[in-house]
């Protein structure tokens, strides 16, 4: 107890790192490293032709305008984009730092003997370190600061402060940030006309009003992922992808999860299945009269939705006429930047942090995946914010992103042993009701969708559905981010996507050659997918079944919950 309790007030400054997990990737690749001496040499040498190149850079820089420079920024890299950065000083500021951040990563990696984990994780820290140190950070040294600064008098740096003041008295009170007026929900975001027609203590099942004469025979329920609230897939109106399914004339229901607290810290995965999908598919069932239902879940969602898939075929259940998995992963062998700190030791860690309160914090959530776009989630805000004195525009996805929710410690920690650490039910070894399930046992066609920007579940991770299953599984590729490549309606200016089979003649396709022969298309991949479900629904159009006995209007009372 008492190893519990010290363990989860380091936690409290680490930001759910664990130091012993970190250190034992540096002590891996340092011990390495000090037995390399012909690595040494190399980074040696590179240091020299370095400093060389930053030199004679410098020197033609004194003796014309156009230096030439020694290190381009990568094209991502949005910090060195304004126009004082090709001045001097800014631009020895900008190329120092660039040539010190491709010597570290040279540092950190081709290492003899250190494996590709270690490594990630070293390289990784070591990016993070150089991000903080980048000139883009600091008044003196950023030509677009100092530029605010002098025509403002300083007052940029003043709105700074009291930004960052009231942040920081937040983060003392550990008071969650106000959600914004302009985007409230049931207002503005989540406005969709429907009602909550079932409730259990972990979810409210909405309904969604039709606004067709005639729908689809087989309604559809979206999984959304526990982690967030449900309304991501019901923003604005403009954009909500519940607005569009009712607009094609699909039945549509929505699970919208309990954000639990301490009373709910023995919830597990099973409690999360069983009172999630399973009892919204007997729901939806008993509301409509349908004999299959197309079932569709977004990140962890979909994760469960797979799961509860697999279980159903396993028992002889054919409920399910089709799944739709949007940016979600069965296998977690290739689940991105987020498995690089995802060990043993990582994990007791966040079960010691979880340990006093009985869930994991929205906050502790979001600085783990901050940590994975720092450029843009932390340090270009400290840039705006603190030193710029801007106030964030804020939009209907980042109303909702500031719109948390936490996990419960048992469902949080099973959820990073067995799908994390253990690839269980990848591996065949995910017990349900006792018994083992596998994506192999799905074979309900599939439509899959992965994002080209995501740092959540990466595109070849969601890819990875068409090997593990037994299904048909069409795959759409999307511009865009875990988020921003979802929420694409039609409509939505600068969208592409690519769409095609999985496997072609019995032949699983790998995922680098499906991405350069499948079809482009210009536009939201919406609309391919709307007509993927059109010709996977079995019968007529019909008219829209009775709405039966409500609790309350949609958005119900489980998403107000903070």
Same mark, same amino acid.
């Given at each position: ?36 001496? %012909? ?73 003899? %003997? ?153 919830? %597990? ?13 007997? +729901? ?66 966040? +079960?010691?942090?979880? $340990? ?10 979001? =600085? ?90 990466? $595109? ?5 559905? =068409? ?22 309606? /039609? ?53 829209? /079944? ?9 958005? =119900? ?6």
């Amino acid at each position: 107890m008492l190893d519990t309790a010290f363990r989860a007030a380091i936690s409290q400054v680490t930001s759910g790192l664990s130091p012993a997990a970190l250190m034992q990737h540096y002590a891996e690749w340092a011990l390495h490293m000090a037995t390399s001496p %012909g690595k040494q040499a190399q980074l040696g040498h590179m240091a020299f032709e370095n400093w060389a190149d930053f030199t004679r850079y410098l020197t033609r820089c004194a003796l014309s305008r156009d230096g030439g420079a020694c290190e381009e920024p990568d094209a991502r890299d949005r910090r060195f984009r304004h126009e004082g950065w090709k001045h001097q000083p800014f631009n020895a500021y900008q190329q120092a730092f660039l040539l010190t951040q491709k010597w570290w990563d040279e540092a950190t990696t081709g290492v003899r %003997g250190v494996s590709r984990a270690d490594e990630r994780v070293v390289n990784f820290t070591a990016r993070q370190i150089l991000d903080a140190m980048a000139p883009s950070n600091f008044v003196a040294t950023n030509p677009e600061i100092l530029q605010r600064t002098w025509e403002t008098g300083g007052a940029n740096l003043i709105a700074g402060a009291r930004n960052f003041q009231e942040d920081l008295q937040r983060a003392l009170l550990q008071e969650k940030e106000p959600l914004s007026e302009e985007y409230r929900v049931g207002a503005s975001v989540a406005v969709t006309p429907g009602k909550v027609v079932f409730r259990n203590h972990l979810i409210e099942l909405i309904r969604y009003e039709p606004v067709t004469g005639t729908v689809q025979p087989e309604p559809v329920l979206i999984v959304p992922a526990w982690i967030m609230k449900y309304y991501i897939l019901d923003l604005s109106p403009e954009n909500s992808m519940v607005k569009y399914l009712t607009e094609q004339g699909f039945t549509v229901f929505m699970i919208s999860w309990r954000n639990p607290g301490a009373e709910d810290a023995d919830y %597990g995965m099973e409690e999360y299945l069983e009172q999630g999908p399973m009892a919204a598919l007997d +729901e939806v069932q008993r509301r409509t009269g349908a004999a299959r239902v197309h079932a569709v879940g977004y990140c962890l969602g979909g994760t469960l939705m797979s799961i509860a898939a697999a279980a159903m075929a396993r028992d002889g259940d054919d409920r399910l006429a089709s799944m739709t998995l949007l940016a979600a992963q069965m296998d977690f062998t290739e689940a991105g930047e987020l498995t690089l700190f995802i060990n043993e030791s990582e994990v007791s860690f966040l +079960e010691d942090m979880m $340990w006093k309160n009985g869930y994991l914090d929205a906050a502790q959530m979001a =600085g783990a995946f901050q940590l994975l776009r720092s450029n843009d989630l932390i340090w270009s805000r400290l840039q705006h914010e603190y030193l710029m004195g801007d106030q964030p525009q804020q939009n209907d996805m980042m109303a909702w992103n500031a719109d948390t929710t936490r996990m419960p410690y048992r469902m949080h920690s099973e959820y990073l042993r067995q799908l994390f650490l253990e690839n269980a039910f990848a591996a065949g070894k995910f017990l349900v009701g006792g018994h083992p399930v596998t994506p192999r046992d799905i074979q309900v066609p599939i439509f899959a969708v992965g994002t080209e920007a995501d740092h959540v579940a990466p $595109w070849k991770s969601a890819y990875k559905t =068409g090997s593990l299953t037994r299904s048909e599984v069409t795959f759409a590729l999307t511009n865009g981010g875990h988020n921003a490549g979802v929420v694409s309606e /039609p409509g939505h200016h600068h969208r592409h996507f690519r769409l095609g089979r999985i496997v072609s003649n019995n032949h699983h396709i790998p995922a680098g050659e499906w991405a350069e022969t499948a079809a482009e298309h210009e536009g939201s991949w919406w609309l391919a997918w709307v007509d993927w479900l059109k010709a996977h629904q079995t019968g007529t159009p019909i008219p829209p /079944p009775a709405m039966g006995k409500v609790i309350c209007d949609a958005p =119900g009372t489980y998403v107000l919950m903070r």
